[in-house]
């Protein structure tokens, strides 16, 4: 184990300790560091930047950073969400996660794609009359990845990201105290959020998106395919300028195989989500092996959907609209529970 990783630990532990921290304190310890830069919608290079209503959050001791929205979170924000991306591209928490992290929050949306206008936000709409819940909501990158590029490549295993997403936990729910957490995360994130739901049991659920699965055959189709149209990533993902990323692409090869999440039993609920046109996992036995991984699990479900990649882009209006609306229900149902 490095040193900056049984560092990491030390401080969850403190942390875990004390649960009333104010930021302020969190600031004083340099568990939290404040930049005020900028944070831009990643578009084709001829476009002029478009800034996103976020702050960049460094976790310097995790390496990595959160995006804070800008609109303040309020006594109708009744949970926390960590939003995760996935890894091995230039992609990391690209505006998609922005977005859903904007629908979430409660921000309304000027032009949520084709054009429509609405002073109501989304989740408004979806949610039932005179609900006011929204979902205080925060991108996250992950190990060697956008703001955690430089993390130890140790953190990209999954005692690393274990660690390391046990951080993120431990200082939202400091900085927003008195909400149940949940993490929604696309491919690698998708797997992050679903290995946190099996080894810790303070989330009130866990969503994964198209999450990779860690069978040899599988896996080795994905990782060919990709490294096969390395060079047009860009157009299968509609994402101006994305590459392989070699640093976090090596540590995704490295450690994906060993994440046997389908082996272990969940302390959390589990939502997957798995849409049939995702050209990264159109290898047969993809959808057959979640549905065995939810039907061997109680507290999972598995929700198919015929689209494409990218379930949250809201410029796919209809796919959005469902995706948004099975992550409500899925928070509301367990937060009822409680």
Request: glycine share 6%; charged share 25%; hydrophobic share 35%.
């Amino acid at each position: 184990m490095t040193s900056e990783l049984k560092r990491l630990e030390q401080v969850n532990e403190e942390l875990a300790r004390v649960p009333n921290l104010s930021r302020r304190e969190l600031l004083d310890m340099k568990v939290i560091q404040e930049r005020k830069e900028l944070v831009h919608r990643v578009g084709a290079t001829n476009e002029p930047k478009q800034s996103l209503p976020f702050t960049k959050l460094y976790l310097p001791m995790a390496f990595t950073g959160i995006l804070e929205p800008n609109k303040l979170v309020d006594e109708t924000h009744r949970a926390i969400k960590i939003l995760l991306p996935g890894t091995g591209t230039t992609f990391s928490v690209a505006e998609t996660l922005c977005d859903v992290a904007g629908t979430f929050h409660g921000r309304k949306s000027k032009n949520r794609g084709r054009g429509r206008k609405s002073n109501q936000s989304l989740l408004s709409e979806l949610l039932p009359d005179g609900e006011t819940f929204r979902v205080a909501s925060f991108p996250t990158d992950l190990p060697l990845n956008g703001m955690g590029s430089d993390a130890p490549f140790e953190f990209a295993s999954e005692h690393g990201l274990m660690t390391m997403i046990r951080h993120v936990h431990l200082v939202l729910s400091r900085l927003y105290p008195d909400r149940p957490v949940f993490i929604a995360g696309r491919s690698q994130g998708g797997i992050a959020g679903i290995l946190y739901a099996q080894h810790y049991d303070d989330l009130a659920g866990a969503i994964a998106v198209n999450p990779p699965h860690p069978d040899p055959e599988l896996f080795q189709f994905t990782v060919q395919y990709l490294e096969e149209k390395a060079e047009v990533l860009a157009d299968l993902l509609h994402a101006p300028g994305v590459t392989l990323h070699h640093r976090s692409w090596e540590a995704y090869k490295t450690f994906t195989p060993n994440f046997n999440y389908p082996s272990r039993p969940s302390l959390s609920p589990i939502l997957t989500l798995v849409s049939l046109g995702d050209p990264f996992n159109l290898f047969p036995q993809y959808l057959h092996k979640l549905k065995e991984f939810a039907e061997n699990d109680e507290k999972c479900t598995l929700h198919i959907l015929d689209a494409g990649h990218n379930l949250w882009d809201r410029k796919s209006v209809d796919t959005y609209r469902e995706v948004i609306n099975l992550q409500i229900q899925f928070i509301l149902n367990q937060m009822n529970k409680d």
